[in-house]
């Protein structure tokens, strides 16, 4: 099966040919036969029978853009000037930077919001420590915090191979939230200096955001810094994406003429997205789970690669004691939702499941099965992914949610603001507005996050875990 291009392997060359159509034919056969799309061609300078263009070109892998190069190079009467991989060049330096809110500009200035002036802020909030609420970054600040042992589907890659991923993250939470987000990654996996490094953090920060902590680990972290810390904690990997995965089964169950109730739904990946996402779906009426991991099929009394969750899991999965491997949970089941590592599945594996069946893919960055593969047999295919449709991802979540959360001082983050976020999600695309290829709002809806934010701020109050009910004017773009 041809690969698709993607922008992940965008890279823009310069180069030095021969005028005239049958040069660029030339040119494009050489990207064609490589699996290379060009995307933008411009033409730099013309002179003397030779012309310099610039060609922005999108490959389906970095072998393809191995290939694409020495394709062109190998043209005759063409002289590759320069290649530059986008990805890496929009990596250079890091994505982010801290930026001041006001000027400094004379010493006015510079006597109100540092010396002198800032010593009366300070003892104002040593006298009331809620004032940091109003007088600090807190107010805004989320802590994004690593320890870089399940990082997207790449695993235990060490906190600085996941420092992208987190400023990734940090500016999801500021286009998307207007959150001032802060990528921490720790040297350690000890579960106790993880807890004990948050809370020497957690006064800089309003809410601590957990990310991509490998399972079982993360559980007792999540539990134990929600236990001990006055600001909310929420384990992304967790319960923004079991929120995501909800929010789009309502939706793709309406296409099917399917309901929670009645469907069979096998989960491969029993970390922390797996783990958390059949803990929702069950909490939302889902009677019928079957959980896999890289043993097969849980079921009851199951030896192999076990711990206290998957244990407690397994009493309340696979009614029928089903045993053996993905694909004999698959057999008959109406949603395949998988949470786990690239490429377990063919097109084949998938074409036992009921009638119109719906498969969630999403292990980042590679899914258990492509789109293309998929989509013969599924009615509906949504993945992880920004470069297909159906983007089934956790960031439509976790901006909205931190959003809500920080604009009331929520203390904590409970199951019925994580209801409220999946209902305000699906319900961001209307009933005559659902198809197969969209079952969920795009990330960059207008409206889905602030929707999001709303919901939860709602339910904070509802639920009693909010401190504050100020108005407040959220710094929101899309909102
Ligand atoms: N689309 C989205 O929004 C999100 C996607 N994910 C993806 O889900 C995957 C898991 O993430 P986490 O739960 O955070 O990681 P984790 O490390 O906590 O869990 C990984 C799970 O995958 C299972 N697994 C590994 N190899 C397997 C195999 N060959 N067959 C079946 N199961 C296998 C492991 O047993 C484990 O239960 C990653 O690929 C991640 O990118 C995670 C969070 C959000
Ligand atoms: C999206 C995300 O958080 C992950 O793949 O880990
Ligand atoms: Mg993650």
Not at 209 to 220: G, K, Y
Not at 428 to 454: C, M, N, W, Y
Request: glycine share 8%.
């Amino acid at each position: 099966m041809t690969k698709k291009p993607s922008p992940s392997y965008s890279f823009r060359i310069s180069l030095e040919m021969p005028e005239g159509t049958a040069s660029l034919s030339r040119l494009m056969a050489a990207l064609g036969k490589a699996g290379s799309e060009i995307w933008e061609m411009k033409v730099i300078s013309q002179d003397e029978g030779r012309i310099t263009r610039e060609i922005l070109i999108q490959a389906p892998d970095s072998d393809t853009e191995r290939k694409t190069i020495d394709g062109v190079k190998n043209l005759e009467g063409f002289r590759l000037l320069e290649v530059i991989d986008c990805t890496f060049h929009l990596h250079r330096g890091g994505k982010i930077e801290l930026a001041n809110k006001i000027p400094l500009q004379n010493r006015q200035d510079l006597a109100m919001a540092y010396t002198p002036g800032v010593a009366r802020i300070c003892l104002v909030i040593k006298e009331d420590i809620d004032r940091a609420l109003d007088l600090t970054i807190k107010k805004n600040a989320v802590a994004i915090v690593t320890d870089g042992t399940a990082v997207l589907g790449l695993g235990d890659i060490g906190p600085t191979a996941a420092l992208p991923v987190m400023e990734g993250k940090a500016m999801l939470f500021k286009s998307f939230g207007g959150i001032d987000a802060f990528p921490i990654c720790l040297n350690t996996k000890d579960p106790e200096e993880i807890i004990s490094a948050v809370k020497w953090l957690a006064p800089v920060f309003g809410g601590i955001n957990l990310e991509d902590i490998s399972a079982p680990r993360c559980f007792e972290i999540e539990q134990r810094l929600k236990k001990e810390l006055d600001i909310p904690v929420f384990h992304d990997d967790q319960h923004g994406t079991a929120v995501v995965i909800l929010a789009a089964l309502i939706n793709a169950l309406k296409l099917v003429n399917k309901h929670l109730e009645e469907i069979s739904v096998v989960v491969c990946g029993l970390g922390a997205a797996g783990m958390a996402s059949i803990s929702l779906l069950f909490a939302a009426g889902v009677r019928r789970i079957i959980g896999c991991d890289r043993n097969g099929i849980l079921y009851r009394g199951r030896q192999e690669d076990m711990n206290p969750f998957k244990a407690a899991l397994a009493l309340k999965t696979n009614p029928e004691g089903r045993k053996g491997g993905l694909y004999n949970a698959l057999q008959g089941a109406d949603v395949f939702i998988g949470l786990s590592k690239p490429a377990l599945l063919q097109g084949k594996d998938i074409a036992g499941m009921a009638r119109d069946p719906i498969v969630f893919a999403m292990a980042n960055p590679i899914p258990e099965i492509m789109p293309e593969e998929a989509q013969p047999y599924a009615a509906v295919v949504a993945t992880g992914r920004s470069d297909y449709a159906n983007q089934v991802n956790n960031v439509l979540c976790f901006p909205g949610l931190f959003r809500g959360v920080l604009d009331c001082h929520a203390r904590d983050i409970n199951e019925a603001m994580l209801l409220a976020a999946v209902h305000a999600i699906a319900s961001s695309v209307k009933a005559g507005e659902l198809k197969r290829d969209q079952i969920i709002p795009s990330i960059f809806d207008a409206t889905v996050h602030s929707r999001v934010a709303a919901a939860v701020r709602e339910a904070a109050h509802n639920s009693g875990v909010a401190r504050s009910r100020k108005a407040y004017v959220s710094p929101m773009k899309s909102g």
